[in-house]
């Protein structure tokens, strides 16, 4: 598709136009989810970023696991959700000078760099581009491929506006050329801009400036920067990445060839304590590294694969079955071994890598390519947004927070989220997004809805008496469909097609501009119905619809034709037979466009009432934030007393009073008169939908009924009951949390005990249980340390499979090992043997290191014993039509982009119900659940589907086939006059079909994907 002029709204920096209740500082994931929670929660926000457009470092990922999402599908659906946004004013290139004031009413002094560009003429055509002849470094490639001094920040920018680099254009730097001015055919080029400074005022404040990697050319870590063939991962993202310097294709800088053999180094830059390391561990690194395998055995199935690493620390929720995956796959070793660099070989540039074998002594071997896993750096100005934002930082350099709320930072109304509170994956970093939208809305709650705006669609146009006329977009998605798919023979044979009307291409169609375009095309050349042929319809269907509706044309005259995940990845050494398949399935979809038929979505009221199941730390937490907010929450405990598994810990590994926070939370739930407590508290039945739920509770046999618009789920998890290493026969063999609260109560046993053994993964990491319990290495720790504060003379061992003290709390390990706690590692298929001797007992170990069999004596056994599901999980998750993952753990929505939210609409997810986690980030992810659950509170209605099931009455024959299919309840029999008939509650209807396949008449059908529109399809895949 053509490139045509945007209209883009200027800047008017006006008294009204610069009040706001929210400012963002960083544009990365994170922020931008802050930005959409708080505008649909009612809230007016300003979205800052220093760069020359939105996207973080995740826009220069590839892909993300465990969903195998591009990073950019991700993010540009939100991109273009935060451009369209009436609420969310968007500021790139853009710095924060000064902030005066205090919370509710900050004033801050805003510097907008000059791009050298008059935004508002910009078309985005690169023509400037082409002509300007100063060739740079790519950074936003790593340097890996080149660019010009006048260029877009990457294809998919927004805003998708060039920018003049001053470092290296010859104008700015010796007055000497303006080729670019000359050839810009929309006169958008001034190279006499000058920073623009202006202030704006705002009730709160969230930092969200993302992080920084680690940089191993300072250092000359591994021959970075000196060896061609040595990349980081970063490096190796962009290399993997379809819009990257060789197009998605894996080739060596040096030379340009597909390695055969690739070596990654684990912990560059991180779990050091050599200058210019990192202390910590930087949480994502082993298993992006994973990740990366994964995808280069995609590329090349031969590829042999070697990741040198210490642990491997696949803690998060499905992790440890990602690892088990690449480790699985042909060519792929794991070796546990610290490495050096040896030499570059001149006649290959291949490079050697020496490392120490258990068995073989020092190994030396040669590899065509080297990835270091680099780790994260807190961003590279956090002293001056420290400065600025007067806040405090912790002795790492990230933000410092507070372990009872790590979204407060040390400065009233001023939050933080994402990875400027530490090394964190995307899921937390998105939770903590919410969470501060949660801190926000308390904090600002009387000024919601005062500044927001309503979005105003076009009327939408009749076409009922049009002729078809049929528009068809053929996106490239960068390289991911064009280096494989011949787009423009696709787009030719797309034109001949019955009904087509125009057909036309575009590089990314999910960037705000082309968006823009495919909107304009509707509307001037009159089309009624639009097949897009692209990616996935899972992450960017919505938008798409959106951009129909932006022309005002029906949104569900819109047909996706997925090309991309099933096509171009699935035959991507079949050319000419993935541009026939492509031809095909656009042919299916346009068929079927055909006969698509205008639906309405409808509104529904909202009870502005919450329901919270589990009243630990978690629910109580999140409970709190709502009723704060002014919403009234019925809060549900299953046991006599709140507190939940808290009521078990009394600290942390950063020093937390544990019950002190406890019990100050209980009184604030209690004391609250918008939270309603009810202990001893069952749930027997829930029926309703978003914003209109009844859910009967059970309290000691008197039923109450509670109406409610949305639920929290946060009802915990328990502590797996060792079969083995004689506990429950021995009263020497303790849990950890047992020992925990023995050294609190100090008894005498503990007291007495001179040695100690921990066994860790107790429960957990095989068959039956495949996941880790996250938490256990650090309470071992934890505990470890706490003893040896008491007794420093105690002998202590921890027996170990990986130690995954991930982030800061590697800190802590180290501090233990420092402290005489020594650390055995054993494999699973040796594991430690107790038996009791005397009046202690004996534990044998195989130590891999010394190659022989260890004996300890030792007074006591601790165990860290697995995190298990809690017991009423699966009933609860049939109540409420929710998800369990294959371990028991409740399923959250999608991991990446909702992982507080449910499928199921208007119920959310927080706590240790969700997946095993720490005290800081089981209140992070609570105050998520609640920043989400008050973004539809808020809201006097919310709107659902037409995309729903529908009877026929006068077919139905009441066999209640389709009741017994329907997994959501949406169907029961209701008396009409024509008798006992199946009606179909649409609001509670997912669209899922099932109760079509199950009816023998006929009388039940689903809107959008009718028995036509279906035909339709497979006659022309036949033909």
């Known amino acids: 598709m053509a490139n045509t002029a945007v209209e883009r709204p200027a800047l008017n920096h006006s008294a009204d136009r610069n009040r706001g209740d929210v400012l963002i500082v960083g544009g990365g994931i994170s922020g931008i989810q802050a930005s959409l929670d708080l ?85 985005g055509c690169n023509i400037c581009v082409d002509y300007c002849p100063v060739e740079i470094p790519d950074p936003f490639n790593q340097g890996l491929s080149n660019n010009k001094a006048v260029h877009i920040h990457f294809s998919q920018a927004v805003p998708l506006v060039t920018y003049v680099d001053p470092e290296t254009c010859l104008y700015l730097k010796e007055d000497k050329c303006q080729i670019c001015v000359g050839a810009c055919k929309t006169n958008a080029i001034d190279l006499h801009q000058r920073p623009e400074q202006f202030e704006v005022e705002v009730g709160a404040i969230l930092l969200s400036p993302g992080y920084d990697t680690f940089d191993p050319k300072l250092r000359n870590d591994f021959g970075y920067g000196q060896m061609e063939n040595v990349v980081t991962s970063l490096d190796f993202e962009r290399l993997l990445c379809s819009t990257g310097p060789f197009e998605g294709e894996v080739l060596r800088p040096s030379d340009h060839t597909h390695p055969k053999k690739i070596a990654w180094i684990q912990c560059v830059g991180s779990r050091q304590v050599i200058e210019g390391g990192n ?19 995609d590329h090349d199935s031969g590829l042999d694969a070697t990741i040198f690493h210490n642990d491997i620390r696949a803690y998060g929720k499905d992790f ?49 390519l080297v990835v270091l896993s680099v780790g994260l750096n807190p961003p590279a100005d956090a002293e001056r947004l420290a400065r600025t934002f007067d806040i405090e930082l912790n002795e790492h350099g990230f933000c410092k927070t507070d372990p009872a709320n790590p979204i407060l930072t040390s400065r009233k109304g001023v939050f933080v989220s994402g990875a400027f509170q530490g090394p964190m994956d995307i899921p937390e970093a998105v939770v903590t997004a919410s969470g501060a939208d949660a801190l926000c809305g308390r904090l600002l709650s009387y000024r919601r809805d005062k ?116 096509c171009s990845w699935v035959h991507s050494k079949e050319k000419e037979n993935a541009t026939q398949k492509a031809k095909d399935i656009i042919r299916m979809s346009v068929a079927r466009a055909a006969h698509l038929e205008p639906l309405q979505e409808f509104d529904l009221p909202v009870n502005k009432a919450a329901l919270v199941i589990g009243g630990g730390l978690a629910g109580m937490t999140s409970a709190l934030n709502m009723a704060d907010q002014g919403f009234e929450v019925y809060l549900v405990e299953k046991d006599s007393d709140l507190g939940g598994m808290a009521r078990r810990l009394h600290y942390t590994l950063e020093g937390m009073d544990v019950q002190a926070h406890l019990q100050q939370l209980i009184r604030k739930v209690y004391r609250n008169p918008l939270i309603h407590v009810a202990t001893d508290a069952e749930i027997r039945e829930v029926s309703g939908y978003i914003g209109n739920f009844v859910t009967t509770v059970d309290r000691g046999g008197r039923l109450q009924k509670i109406a409610h618009g949305i639920a929290v789920v946060a009802t915990g998890a328990e502590q797996h009951r060792p079969d083995e290493y004689l506990y429950g026969e021995n009263e020497r063999v303790l849990t950890q949390l047992e020992l925990e609260g023995e050294i609190v109560t100090d008894s005498e046993r503990v007291a007495n005990a001179s040695s100690l053994v921990m066994i860790q993964c107790v429960g957990c990491r095989e068959e039956g249980r495949n996941y880790c319990s996250r938490i256990c290495c650090g309470q071992a720790v934890k505990n470890a340390l706490k003893l040896k504060e008491r007794n420093p003379e105690m002998d202590i061992h921890i027996l170990y499979r990986d130690m995954r003290t991930y982030g800061f709390k590697e800190d802590y390990y180290r501090q233990a090992a420092e402290r005489d706690i020594k650390f055995i590692r054993f494999e699973p298929e040796q594991k430690p043997q107790v038996e009791a ?39 609860l998750g049939r109540m409420f039509k929710v998800s369990m993952n294959p371990d028991g753990f409740f399923q959250e929505a999608h991991v990446k982009l909702r992982p507080v939210d449910f499928a199921a609409d208007g119920v959310f997810l927080c706590g240790t119900a969700q997946y095993p986690k720490h005290i800081h ?46 997994n959501y309840d949406a ?53």
Request: glycine share 6%.
């Open 971 to 1023: 169907i029961s029999f209701v008396d009409t006059p024509q008798g006992r008939k199946a009606r179909v509650e649409a609001v509670l209807c997912k669209g899922d079909g099932l109760c079509n396949a199950k009816c023998p008449t006929g009388a039940i059908y689903l809107k959008h994907y009718t028995d036509d529109e279906i035909f339709a399809q497979i006659d022309e895949a036949i033909s």
């Open 320 to 368: 440890e079955r990602f690892y088990q995956r690449a480790a699985k796959l042909d060519d792929v070793r794991f070796i546990r071994s610290y490495v050096t660099v040896g030499r570059e070989i001149p006649e290959s540039k291949n490079v050697t890598i020496r490392y120490a074998t258990f068995d073989g002594g020092v190994k030396e071997e040669e590899f065509d």
């Open 279 to 297: 202390s910590y561990c930087s949480a994502v690194c082993c298993t992006y590294t994973q990740k990366q395998v994964i995808l280069a055995k």
């Open 837 to 875: 001797v005397g009046s202690g007992l004996k534990i044998t170990v195989p130590d891999p290191v010394l190659g022989q069999q260890l004996e300890l004596e030792a007074d006591l056994l601790a165990l860290s014993a697995a995190v298990i599901p809690a017991e009423s999980g699966q009933e």
């Open 921 to 966: 980030e089981t209140i992070n992810q609570a105050y998520g659940a609640a920043g989400r659950a008050v973004g539809i509170l808020s809201g006097d209605t919310v709107t659902a589907s037409g995309a729903v099931c529908d009877v026929d009455e006068y077919a139905c024959i009441s066999c209640g086939a389709c009741i017994s299919a329907c």
């Open 451 to 566: 500044l927001s705006r309503e979005r105003v669609y076009p009327p939408e146009r009749d076409v009922s008496e049009e002729e078809l006329k049929i528009g068809v977009v053929v996106c490239h998605c960068g390289a991911n469909i064009g280096r494989v798919v011949d787009i423009p023979a696709v787009v030719e044979y797309a034109s001949t097609l019955k009904n087509v009307s125009w057909a036309g291409e575009n590089l990314f169609a999910c960037s705000t501009e082309n968006a823009k375009q495919i909107s304009d095309a509707i509307v001037e050349k009159g089309l009624n119905r639009v097949v897009l042929a692209a990616c996935t319809p899972r992450t960017h269907e919505p938008l798409f619809r959106d951009t129909c509706r932006e022309a005002g044309l029906n949104q569900y005259f819109f047909e996706f034709a997925n090309i991309r995940e099933h």
């Open 39 to 123: 505008a649909e929660s009612g809230f007016r926000v300003f979205l800052v970023d220093k760069s020359p457009a939105l996207g973080g470092k995740m826009s220069q990922l590839d892909k993300t696991f465990p969903t195998n999402d591009c990073s950019m599908c991700i993010e540009s659906p939100k991109f273009i959700e935060c451009s369209r946004n009436p609420n969310i004013e968007i500021m790139t290139y853009t710095e924060v000078d000064r902030v005066d004031g205090e919370a509710g009413d900050f004033r801050v002094t805003l510097t907008k760099k000059p791009r050298y560009i008059v935004e508002e003429k910009c078309t």
